[in-house]
């Protein structure tokens, strides 16, 4: 998962629904803050699965244009194997398993879990 720029800031476009889940950030001014607002967010929706954090360029943003988010699988050979349609309706996760039995063979399969006090990498380069 890669997280990117906050979708509804508060000092931008709040929605309602996000003041209800108290899910209430304002623009990110630097990397620091940035990685503060997506460490909550990864704990507040429960995300369990690997996350990075774009860089303050938005540079994985403008390369994959997942607005609205999307789920990508990136085949072995560095093509994509999956785009889904707009999340989070539009992610069909029966889809992605099946193409992730057909990419990687069942006895290479490993499970990547990070430290709970750190759930994300540095940012892309």
Avoid at 44 to 63: F, H, N, Q, T, W
Wanted: proline share 7%; charged share 25%; with cysteine.
């Amino acid at each position: 998962m890669v997280y990117i720029q906050e979708a509804h800031p508060s000092d931008v476009w709040q929605m309602a629904s996000n003041i209800r889940d108290q899910i209430i950030f304002q623009t990110p001014r630097n990397f620091d803050e940035r990685t503060e607002v997506a460490v909550s967010c990864v704990r507040k929706l429960g995300i369990k699965i690997p996350a990075v954090i774009d860089d303050m360029k938005d540079s994985a943003e403008r390369a994959y244009a997942g607005w609205p988010d999307r789920i990508y699988l990136i085949d072995q050979s560095g093509k994509v194997a999956l785009k889904t349609k707009p999340g989070p309706f539009g992610f069909k996760t029966t889809q992605l398993e099946t193409l992730l039995g057909r990419i990687v063979p069942a006895g290479s399969r490993e499970h990547v879990s990070l430290p709970a006090a750190s759930p994300f990498e540095s940012g892309i380069q």
